[in-house]
């Protein structure tokens, strides 16, 4: 069972405090570090803790092994670490056909 030690932090209230959204994935150990506002466009106002189940990782392609963690790294440590940002939501459309 996943540890909760974001109990009832939404992501709006991240966005507030100025903290980072860590995902970070256990099969391929890869790590990702996103804005939280971006999170919320994508996602809603939701708890981190249910983002668990809703993110996939790019790397492996894996669901079930991500964790999901609001963050607030120190001024030292977040100069370094890279960021993901949101720069466009594509919408795939896909005709669905039917026989007459």
């Not at 790397?59 to 720069?87: H, I, N, W």
């Amino acid at each position: 069972m996943p540890r909760r030690d974001n109990i009832g932090l939404t992501l709006k209230q991240t966005h507030d405090l100025g903290m980072l959204i860590r995902v970070r994935c256990n099969m391929c150990r890869r790590t990702r570090h996103y804005h939280s506002a971006d999170m919320m466009m994508l996602l809603g106002n939701i708890e981190v803790d249910s983002m668990m189940g809703r993110l996939k990782c790019e790397g492996c392609g894996f669901k079930d092994a991500t964790e999901v963690y609001a963050v607030d790294p120190p001024a030292s440590e977040r100069q370094s670490l890279r960021v993901r940002t949101l720069t466009a939501i594509k919408i795939i459309r896909r005709p669905v056909w039917r026989e007459d």
